[in-house]
């Protein structure tokens, strides 16, 4: 069918399904959807198909990395070109956590802002100050350009996309205690959190997003296991959601545990760290335990992250430089931390003075996938927004 055939038996927004990083989510304008709260809500997950795990209704992929939407719009904060809010959308649950932010598709802002003419842009490359609402922080973003556009090709490689693709540099600035206020959130730079009715030491920091950081060896692990091997061991997986939940109500998010996956699904993060390993990644390459500085395993939504977050990866890294953390006294240290996980290895450039975190800087790749109409149907409270 060569045309479109307009319809009144559903309702549609525009945007674009953007790949940034290891991830890949749905980019929409602001003024596209409803105001924040319960209508917002029911239509995000309409159009990904949560709750359900295949998410096979909607345009979510079934995992956490692919169910993910970002919020943009020109600013009007001196100094900041483009707002933009993140929503980590639950796959197999019926919630949104806005609570925090994605590193990975923030590399891909300023590529939606140049296409939709939010910006002027530059030539080689066109410099973008970004503002993130989840956690209060602002992004100088630097974007290579091609004919007038964000540049797609180039030598850079991320590990854990297919081939390589043009450098896109974002330094978040003053990250730390975007959503708990501060950088430890309970004052401690080590904690003990009485789980089942064991103790178990945690790391407990908020850099770019709150991450709880355990060691692997505490979990019996030997901390180079791979995704599938973890999602295997359902029992793991379940005792790491316990620990999170517990940490939640540490770092002031929830008052319950046993509410802190239904309420706090996305953040905090929780990795497990251990010293430079040698291992096999899930794609069939080696990582050298000299090529690193840390391995590490991340949880994103319950779920082991088939690389690595790139908000835990920028918390981590700063976590590594700070003195008296369990990812300090597991890493080799310097002004960049090259972290291992799953697929390889990714590394975080961070500044620390005075034991404060003044900004990390994380390259990613970014690639648009598709531009048009998302539908949804006129079910609840959309059917009133959709006759708005």
């Not at 009144?8 to 959807?33: A, C, D, M, P």
């Not at 291992?279 to 088939?306: L, M």
């Amino acid at each position: 069918m060569s045309e479109h055939l307009e319809t009144n038996l559903q309702g549609h927004i525009e945007g674009s399904l953007i790949r940034g990083g290891t991830s890949k989510g749905l980019f929409v304008h602001e003024h596209v959807l409803p105001p924040p709260g319960t209508v917002r809500d029911e239509l995000v997950l309409e159009l990904f198909g949560s709750p359900d795990p295949l998410q096979v209704d909607g345009i979510g992929g079934s995992h956490s990395h692919t169910s993910k939407l970002m919020i943009v719009a020109p600013s009007d904060r001196p100094g900041v070109d483009v707002d933009y809010t993140f929503g980590q959308v639950g796959v197999e649950t019926a919630v949104i956590d806005w609570s925090g932010n994605c590193g990975n598709l923030t590399s891909a802002i300023g590529v939606f802002a140049i296409r939709e003419g939010m910006v002027e842009t530059d030539t080689p490359e066109t410099a973008v100050t970004l503002y993130n609402t989840n956690t209060d922080t602002r992004v100088e973003q630097t974007i290579p350009m091609e004919a007038g556009e964000p540049a797609i090709q180039g030598d850079y490689t991320v590990d854990g996309v297919p081939g390589t693709g043009a450098r896109i540099d974002s330094k978040f600035l003053d990250p730390a205690g975007g959503v708990t206020g501060e950088l430890f959130p309970t004052g401690q730079s080590i904690d003990v959190l009485e789980v089942d009715d064991e103790p178990i030491e945690v790391s407990m920091i908020d850099v770019a997003n709150p991450n709880v950081f355990v060691r692997a060896s505490d979990l019996g692990l030997s901390g180079i296991e791979l995704p599938e091997a973890l999602a295997s061991n359902q029992a793991l997986v379940q005792r790491v959601e316990r620990i999170r939940a517990h940490g939640c109500v540490a770092m002031g998010l929830v008052d319950d545990p046993a509410t802190a996956t239904e309420e706090r699904p996305g953040i905090p993060q929780i990795a497990l760290v251990s010293t430079p390993q040698a291992y096999e990644t899930s794609v069939g390459g080696t990582v050298e335990a000299d090529s690193t500085d840390i391995t590490a395993r991340i949880f994103t939504t319950g779920t082991p992250h088939h690389a690595y977050a790139m908000t835990g990866a920028m918390c981590l890294g700063a976590a590594a430089r700070l003195p008296g953390t369990i990812p300090n006294e597991c890493a080799e240290n310097g002004d960049t931390v090259t972290i291992g996980h799953p697929k390889g290895r990714i590394t975080v450039g961070v500044e620390v003075e005075d034991s404060r975190v003044s900004s990390v800087t994380v390259a990613r790749t970014a690639r648009p996938l598709m531009d048009g109409r998302v539908y949804f149907r006129p079910i609840g409270k959309l059917a009133g927004w959709m006759d708005r």
